[in-house]
């Protein structure tokens, strides 16, 4: 039972003992030995894995009954292989260093895993916390709490567009960031055109983006989706390809847990149950997120909801037999104690780090498929990614190109019509005229014979949303990454271990950041 922090290094030594040798022979230097290769590599390894930086702050609060209090906060920038660093920045009564350590060498390791393909993104991990706990303050302490720590954030080199970019995490949502942007571009960003894009996050008035919300939940269906749609996995768990009739059960209904839900529901599969901390309900038949939804806003809880009934088993709710296991809270909830329990065979890891070291081996013993952290819930840095972009570029997605695609779409489909296959199963489109081709077929009797597509084509025609964009982008960051993983634990013979193939995906990545970037020790 490691700390998070080492735990996190412990995956991370895994995959670098495993790529080790691959990078070593891929130095291939002739002046140096065989033997200096590889110290070369191990002494990358070493820097690679502790933090660069943390940083500490306390500062005053004065509370709205007049009363005083000491706030204490976190900032850990993990490494600056690529800049600016990215992570969350959490509220929650027991932050503390070691977890905010952790969170920000996985958000390094999620951004090599998803990203870094052709080095195209420049972000490192990092991560912040303030030790609070948020449902005890008013709007207006809140509000001096975050645009404090953002100062003190900023005095110190840990907040800016292009050094340290924070997003919304545990209890922290588009108002702080909106906080957070305004302060920094009042003070430090004063006349940096960028300025706003030191966070993101944001609402849509302050720079935000279409499907940033549900952005985590979203990927986390279409890492999925990635994997139940692979028939070789599904056969070694024992399970048929697709979601149609699979039951899921989701450990924490805050923003991912939700929409992780929605989206799952949506494609057919059937949640029999949701666990929250203060309670846990059950149906076999099915709970409907737009009702649970609609009755957690209503009473700020999902205890008592009408369409599911208190979960009354003997052992956890974790061990329930259903398809899939979706942990969506916090750290180290599937241990060594309870994972020989666990009878989901797929564990889908919604949160960052739920599943300890020891539980990871036993789950894999027991031929359970566990889609890891570090690529699972990457949805939300992802779009995060392309709302930092759209504030640097300073305009939004699609503008530039919508009323073209409109007037070229309207254009092909007046000019051209598709005549089908021809020789070598070629499918070209010939030019004739819709109209003209059905005219001359049923003649124009009564006058022309009007084309009208579908509200469906028509919304097709008019070219893709902001929205859209992002949905797509995250949809095909999801599958690239997903193949990439898959492809590596087939190489290295992991089987179901994808935790390890991702790391030494991640590993791989970042060590040739440092390495062609020429770096001497």
């Not at 393909?117 to 709007?139: H, M, N, R, W």
């Not at 645009?147 to 949502?173: Q, S």
Request: glycine letters at 10%.
């Amino acid at each position: 039972d490691p700390n998070f922090y080492h735990m996190v290094g412990s995956f991370f030594e895994k995959g670098a003992r495993l790529v080790e040798d691959k990078l070593v022979d891929q130095l291939s230097e002739p002046a140096v030995s065989a033997d200096d290769q590889r110290k070369r590599v191990q002494g990358i390894f070493k820097i690679m894995r502790p933090c660069n930086h943390v940083l500490q702050v306390t500062f005053p609060l004065k509370r709205d009954n007049g009363e005083h209090e000491i706030i204490t906060g976190y900032r850990a920038q993990h490494s600056q292989h690529r800049m600016p660093t990215k992570g969350g920045m959490r509220y929650a009564p027991d932050v503390n260093i070691d977890e905010v350590k952790a969170l920000a060498s996985l958000m390094t390791w999620k951004c090599a895993v998803c990203f870094l393909f052709t080095i195209d993104v420049p972000f490192g991990g990092a991560k912040a916390g303030v030790k609070i706990d948020p449902k005890l303050y008013s709007e207006r302490e809140l509000e001096k709490i975050t645009r404090r720590f953002a100062m003190e954030l900023a005095k110190k080199g840990f907040l800016g567009p292009g050094i340290d970019v924070p997003a919304p995490d545990v209890n922290t949502g588009a108002r702080e960031m909106s906080w957070m942007a305004d302060t920094y571009a009042m003070t430090y960003g004063h006349g940096d055109i960028n300025s706003h894009a030191c966070v993101t996050g944001k609402p849509i008035t302050q720079g935000g983006i279409h499907g940033r919300v549900s952005a985590t939940g979203r990927g986390v269906f279409h890492g999925i989706e990635n994997f139940i749609n692979e028939a070789s996995f599904m056969s070694e768990v024992g399970m048929t390809p697709g979601f149609q009739d699979k039951t899921f059960i989701i450990q924490g209904f805050g923003n991912v847990g939700l929409h992780s839900m929605r989206y799952l529901h949506r494609h057919g599969a059937r949640c029999i149950g949701v666990i929250e901390w203060d309670g846990c309900i059950f149906n076999k038949e099915g709970i409907d997120p737009i009702e649970l939804e609609d009755y957690k806003v209503a009473n700020g809880t999902i205890v008592g909801f009408p369409g599911a009934s208190p979960y009354e088993g003997d052992q956890s709710m974790l061990e329930e037999d259903c398809d899939i296991l979706l942990p969506c809270a916090r750290e180290k909830v599937i241990t060594a104690e309870n994972a020989p329990r666990i009878k989901a065979r797929i564990i889908a890891e919604g949160a960052n780090g739920p599943t300890t070291p020891a539980a990871d081996r036993i789950l894999q013993a027991n031929d359970k498929l566990v889609i890891p952290d570090l690529y699972l819930n990457a949805g939300g840095v992802t779009v995060s990614y392309f709302e930092w972009l759209k504030n640097l570029n300073h305009v939004s997605y699609g503008r530039l190109t919508f009323k073209y695609e409109r007037d070229a779409n309207y254009d092909l489909l007046s000019k051209f019509i598709a005549l089908g296959w021809i020789a070598n199963f070629v499918f070209v489109l010939v030019p004739h005229s819709v109209q003209s081709s059905l005219e001359r077929k049923f003649g124009k009797y009564g006058g022309t014979i009007p084309v009208t597509p579908t509200e469906e084509f028509s919304q097709k025609i008019h070219g893709a949303s902001e929205k859209d964009i992002v949905h797509s982008g995250l949809s095909y960051t999801m599958e690239r990454s997903a193949r990439q993983i898959i492809h590596t634990a087939r190489a290295y013979d992991l089987g179901l271990d994808l935790r390890t193939a991702a790391y030494i995906n991640a590993v791989d990545k970042v060590f040739k950041v440092y390495n062609e970037a020429g770096f001497t020790f």
